[in-house]
């Protein structure tokens, strides 16, 4: 047989999928490994999806997604992200921002470009950037500095085949919540050294101190933003994203898609302009809960000596296991078989997070502190 593609190969798998694996088939485990909000979708968008369905919208529709989502994104992004100077044509719907962010790479990247990637940061940026030929370079943000980039550290990570940095605000996996100042300052970095700023703000409405910071506008020409229904709306599975970007960028990302994806689901597109324009309660509710888990779980490890920081947005805390000088994989994987609580070995969000252990807030509380009081126990056990 002839020989199979080499670029897949060189791809790492998601720890957060391995362990996912290992969690479903382990009955009675504590679910904290995956990031998905424990929340139904709310009732009113689910009705509204099954009324456009009934009403025919149920065929292909363009490319760019539904001129009516699409203009209901701008008016967002306008009020709420303050872009300015945009147009529909700067917006496109795409199924998840997963495959949107495969879209930004595909249009950007040639062999052997490098992307500026955070450590810790979400997976799939690597996996992306590795995917179509390019090299993802890690750029540090530390404990000690609640998680923060400093742009030096940044900065001297920058090369000459440097194309794009990637900035997630707040974070996956650290619930870290950079400063309009921090934006501004990685923007400007771009600026300098002429990179693309990738930012992806995915989790903008989840924020339990600070306010949201648009990257974009700093630089509206070479910043691209990234956003998602699945968190803010409860809608992993309808799989609805979009991306907010300048021209020529936007119409080369629009059609980078047609091949990969056709166009995202009319019936989805519908329930995502109703979770837009319907009533806003849902989301302040949802983000008031995961506060209160925040609270919990930081609490939980104040008690036990094990806490290091608190994170200010998104839904995740990262716990440090250094103590047990054990790999953050074998631990995971211990934690399912052997107590029952899966969360996300931090060796799969950077090479430099193995010390660490990502656990999700989506959860009930009451399971939340049973799964975190279960890994601060295998901690004490096992410290060196």
């Not at 080369?252 to 837009?276: D, F």
Request: include cysteine; aromatic fraction near 8%; glycine fraction near 8%.
């Amino acid at each position: 047989m002839k020989e199979l593609a080499s670029k897949p190969q060189l791809m790492k798998r998601s720890g957060i999928r391995e362990i996912l694996e290992m969690a479903v088939k382990t009955p009675g485990c504590i679910r904290l490994e995956i990031g998905e909000p424990n929340f139904p979708t709310p009732q009113h968008i689910i009705e509204a999806a099954h009324k456009a369905a009934l009403e025919g919208h149920t065929k292909y529709t363009q490319s760019a997604g539904y001129p009516i989502l699409r203009e209901a994104v701008l008016q967002k992004a306008i009020k709420y992200n303050h872009y300015q100077n945009i147009t529909v044509d700067n917006v496109v719907i795409t199924p998840g921002s997963t495959p949107g962010l495969m879209g930004i790479f595909t249009t950007l990247i040639n062999p052997g470009d490098e992307v500026l990637v955070p450590d810790p940061g979400w997976p799939m940026y690597a996996n992306q950037v590795t995917l179509l030929g390019g090299k993802p370079t890690f750029y540090p943000t530390r404990a000690e500095n609640d998680f923060v980039p400093k742009l030096a550290e940044l900065e001297a990570v920058i090369t000459p085949k440097t194309k794009a940095i990637v900035l997630c605000n707040p974070s996956n996996p650290t619930g870290a919540v950079y400063s309009s100042q921090i934006v501004q300052g990685i923007v400007e970095l771009a600026r300098k050294h002429d990179l693309y700023v990738i930012s992806d703000e995915v989790y903008e409405e989840l924020i339990f101190e600070g306010e949201p910071t648009t990257a974009a506008l700093f630089d509206p020409e070479r910043v691209i933003g990234v956003y998602s229904f699945s968190k803010t709306y409860s809608m992993t599975g309808w799989r609805v994203g979009y991306v907010v970007a300048p021209q020529p960028f936007i119409g080369l990302l629009a059609r980078s898609l047609e091949p990969m994806l056709s166009c995202t689901a009319a019936p989805n597109q519908m329930a995502a302009l109703t979770a837009l324009t319907g009533p806003q309660d849902c989301v302040a509710e949802m983000r008031e809960s995961y506060r209160r888990r925040r609270d919990l779980v930081c609490d939980i490890l104040k008690q036990r000596g094990l806490y290091q920081y608190k994170p200010s947005g998104a839904f995740y805390v990262m716990i440090d296991i250094s103590t047990t000088l054990l790999d953050s994989y074998d631990v995971a994987r211990t934690l399912v078989t052997e107590h029952k609580v899966s969360c996300a070995p931090g060796a799969t969000f950077g090479p430099e997070s193995g010390g660490f252990l990502r656990v999700s807030l989506a959860t009930a509380e009451d399971a939340l502190v049973e799964g975190v009081t279960r890994i601060c126990n295998f901690i004490d056990s096992h410290r060196f």
